[in-house]
């Protein structure tokens, strides 16, 4: 079992930055891949970045070179981090961890992104 615990987030001017974090514990292993998505109001959830315990990343035509993912694994957990840079309204929404290994999926609980003009 996987337990995964975001924070960061908040409310930021269009133009600024900010960082999310994912702790992933419990049964989690240094090739299992972890991602940040983000549903918007009215929107379906979409895939904002992800990378893989090799550090390969990819990220969502909407963010590309302005959010960046990295991680940092210790024997009992991956932390992940989200930096996010040049933010503009339409990034405000509700973001979301997710943890990946061999065919199980955890996700965490949200945690607000709000960018006002």
């Known amino acids: 079992q996987v337990q995964l615990v975001e924070s960061g987030g908040g409310l930021v001017q269009t133009g600024g930055s900010l960082r999310l974090y994912c702790e992933a514990s419990?049964?989690?292993?240094?090739?299992?891949?972890m991602n940040w998505y983000r549903q918007r109001p009215e929107n379906q959830r979409e895939l904002v970045a992800t990378i893989t315990g090799r550090g390969l990343t990819h990220y969502g035509d909407a963010v590309k070179g302005r959010f960046t993912i990295s991680r940092d694994d210790t024997r009992s957990t991956i932390q992940t981090t989200l930096q996010m840079n040049s933010l503009n309204p339409d990034d405000t929404a509700m973001y979301y961890c997710?943890?990946?290994?061999?065919?199980?999926?955890?996700w965490g609980h949200g945690i607000q992104v709000t960018v006002s003009s």
């Open positions: 997710r943890h990946y290994s061999g065919g199980s999926e955890t």
């Open positions: 419990g049964s989690v292993f240094g090739l299992d891949i």
